[in-house]
Nanobody, 124 residues
Framework: VQLQASGGGPVQSGGSLRLSCVAS????????VGWFRQSPGKEREYVAA????????DYADAVKGRFTISRDNDENTVFLGMHDLKSEDTAIYYC??????????????????WGQGTQVTVSS
């Protein structure tokens, strides 16, 4: 399976973007998907995750109330809606699949398959 993240780009502070993560190669409805981000000089940071069914969702405190994760299993796609964007949200955003049925996990090491990343740049 491959994950393809898209939807990033430049945006002004306070603006919105919606990222997409499309899984190809097999249905991904069984697996949890997480979004992570990484900015230069920093470690990869957990953003949000959603279970395979979509019934369980979790957010990092830094994005809670501003970001929304969702999925369309018919389209093998997970979305990350981002609102009220801030300069500190600037990063490369990655989606990843967790192949273990252990619930929502926030550690990057728990995720086995990663997309290539999409750049989000928020200007003030």
């Amino acid at each position: 399976v491959q994950l393809q993240a898209s939807g990033g780009g430049p945006v002004q502070s306070g603006g919105s973007l919606r990222l997409s993560c499309v899984a190809s190669g097999r249905p991904s409805t069984r697996f949890g998907v997480g979004w992570f981000r990484q900015s230069p000089g920093k470690e990869r940071e957990y953003v949000a995750a959603i279970s395979g069914s979509g019934k369980t969702i979790d957010y990092a405190d830094a994005v809670k109330g501003r970001f929304t994760i969702s999925r369309d299993n018919d389209e093998n796609t997970v979305f990350l809606g981002m609102h009220d964007l801030k300069s500190e949200d600037t990063a490369i955003y990655y989606c990843a699949e967790d192949l273990q049925p252990l619930g929502i996990r926030s550690e990057p090491a728990a995720y086995s398959i990663w997309g290539q990343g999409t750049q989000v740049t928020v200007s003030s």
